[in-house]
């Protein structure tokens, strides 16, 4: 619906900042989204103001009660987004540093919670080192084992069918990675989840959605999990902050806190109310989107957040669709001799997300040479972030070629005339 409404796909683009230029470079098309989605021009206006206030919150006074306000709301505009319900899901929302670091958070307080009692720890060879470098660190200091499920390098995800056997009764902490940073491909999370309730019924089950967040649904309510955990720059608000979802009783083990306040406080120190306001513009935005591709009353919150994300989904399809098999008079990469599409072309789990090999070139002169054109894209390395999925594959790095629901199937189609240079044919 998007792809096919000049009108409502312009008036998306003029939300975001530097839409179609680096304030650097000049012109360029952004593909590069995984490493960070643009931003929206309400998040900027909303961080620039809220900077300028001096007051804390907690305090007597009408600036600092309308803080507590704008907080509060921010965070009942998130569970909104996570659809965490009160008498479903219920739980709460804090923010910390950054996605990765409130991953280590919760989930060495997840493991240490289980120390006594011992038990395991159950992930994937998928995940970012996000997560699995949480839990191979407080397994270790639990004396726990670790195990890691492993993915399959064919399709680059992992589902229930892999998780189940694993799962023992014992099993205290699982994670699971929505959407792979490297490959782009999502797995089932409410599958996964539901194998391991069947085992281990009191697992903590902690996701971590930050590459998944800005590409399609988000419902806890039908996960049955315990945390969730984004990184907001990555769904169109800032850097500077993550943002985590909480399961009442995992809210409940000991955790880093000040002694003698509240014991279910995850929030360490003075709140940055600009983030937290930042979270509402992107809600806003979704809500606004979802009223432009369905006829949604404006009441209806969820309705609205839940069309966008279908419209979002949709459109991300469509261009990566075009991306393979080609759109205009541009041969997809499917055509393209020497050109090599990791998880294969026909993948349903794929989103947003192209991550390519071309013969005789390493990714990085790949990247190089599409900047040069003014395209941005990223190379992936067999390092610590994408070693778990390029190395068994036999890949010294990748490019990626992250897209967005902002971004046009006229810049798929300038990027594969680039490709083609590129690749020789």
């Avoid at 009660?65 to 921010?74: F, G, S």
């Avoid at 270790?140 to 189940?164: N, R």
């Amino acid at each position: 619906m998007l792809g096919t409404n000049p009108e409502l796909i312009e008036a998306v683009r003029a939300r975001f900042a530097h839409v179609d230029e680096c304030p650097f470079q000049g012109p360029r098309i952004f593909f590069e989204n995984a490493g960070g989605a643009l931003t929206l021009r309400s998040v900027v206006e909303t961080s620039t103001r809220a900077a300028a206030v001096p007051d804390n919150q907690g305090r007597d006074n009408p600036a600092s009660a309308e803080l507590v306000r704008r907080i509060a709301k921010a965070k009942e505009d998130a569970m909104l987004f996570f659809n965490a319900t009160p008498g479903r899901s219920g739980g709460q929302i804090f923010a910390g540093e950054s996605g990765t670091e409130l991953l280590f958070r919760v989930i060495s307080a997840a493991i240490l919670s289980a120390r006594k009692q011992g038990g395991r720890v159950l992930g994937s060879t998928l995940e970012h080192p996000a997560t699995a470098s949480a839990c191979e660190r407080w397994a270790e200091i639990a004396e726990l084992p670790y195990h890691q499920v492993a993915h399959d390098d064919a399709t680059g995800t992992v589902g229930a069918a892999e998780y189940a056997p694993a799962v023992t009764p014992d099993t205290r902490v699982a994670t699971i990675l929505h959407t792979s940073p490297v490959t782009g491909m999502g797995v089932d999370v409410a599958a996964i989840s539901k194998e391991i309730r069947k085992v281990a019924p009191e697992c903590f089950i902690i996701v971590d959605g930050i590459q998944h967040a800005a590409h399609g649904h988000i419902d806890i309510d039908a996960y049955n999990i315990d945390a969730y955990v984004i990184s907001p720059y990555k769904v169109f608000s800032r850097h500077g902050y993550g943002l985590a979802w909480i399961s009442d009783r995992l809210a409940r083990v000991p955790h880093n806190s000040l002694r003698g306040g509240p014991q279910e406080n995850w929030e360490m120190g003075t709140r940055d109310n600009g983030a937290y306001e930042t979270f509402s513009d992107v809600v806003a935005y979704l809500e606004w989107l979802g009223g432009e591709v369905s006829d949604l009353p404006a009441t209806d919150r969820r309705a609205r957040i839940e069309a966008a994300a279908a419209a979002i989904h949709s459109h991300e399809h469509d261009l990566t669709e075009a991306m393979l098999r080609g759109t205009g008079n541009q041969a997809g990469l499917a055509d393209l001799d020497g050109v090599e599409v990791l998880g294969g072309l026909d993948n349903p789990a794929r989103e947003g997300l192209v991550s390519l090999t071309v013969r005789g070139k390493d990714a990085v002169t790949v990247v190089g040479e599409l900047n040069q054109r003014g395209i941005r894209t990223h190379a992936r390395k067999a390092d610590h972030y994408s070693g778990n999925i390029l190395r068994p594959l036999g890949l010294e790095s990748c490019v990626r070629v992250s897209m967005c629901h902002y971004n046009t199937e006229g810049e798929v189609a300038e990027f594969l005339a680039a490709m083609r240079e590129i690749s020789g044919n």
